[in-house]
């Protein structure tokens, strides 16, 4: 497993951007896959976006297709969340997963940082 510590979260307006960072510990950074995932007050947890080991791969939740890109630098052990267009209902805890395999929408990674407050405000 690896250690994931977040950071980046804050309070922005509509439309606003933000860029979420997730520093992982560990040698083997560059054999995971990371992603981002989010859970609202009174909602489930859900999938935001994942990024493959070498970073050629990506997926998005619909709901952020086309606002958030997903990126990492394995030599820097980081993986990035640049949220733009920001809406209200983007208001969540944020929070960086990481799994030797494919996270996908329903998955359970293995190891999860401990969450970053993202505020969107109309």
């Known amino acids: 497993q690896v250690q994931l510590v977040e950071s980046g979260g804050g309070a922005v307006q509509a439309g606003g951007s933000l860029r979420l960072s997730c520093a992982a510990s560990?040698?083997?950074?560059?054999?995971?896959?990371m992603g981002w995932f989010r859970q609202a007050p009174g909602k489930e947890r859900e999938f935001v976006a994942v990024i493959s080991w070498s970073g050629r791969r990506t997926n998005y939740a619909d709901s952020v297709k086309g606002r958030f890109t997903i990126s990492r630098d394995n030599a820097k052990n980081t993986v990035f969340l640049q949220m733009n267009s920001l809406k209200p209902e983007d208001t969540a805890v944020y929070y960086c997963?990481?799994?030797?395999?494919?996270?996908?929408?329903?998955?359970?990674?293995?190891?999860w940082g401990q969450g970053t407050q993202v505020t969107v405000s109309s």
């Open positions: 997963a990481a799994d030797l395999a494919v996270i996908t929408t329903m998955s359970t990674p293995g190891s």
């Open positions: 560990g040698r083997t950074f560059s054999s995971y896959y």
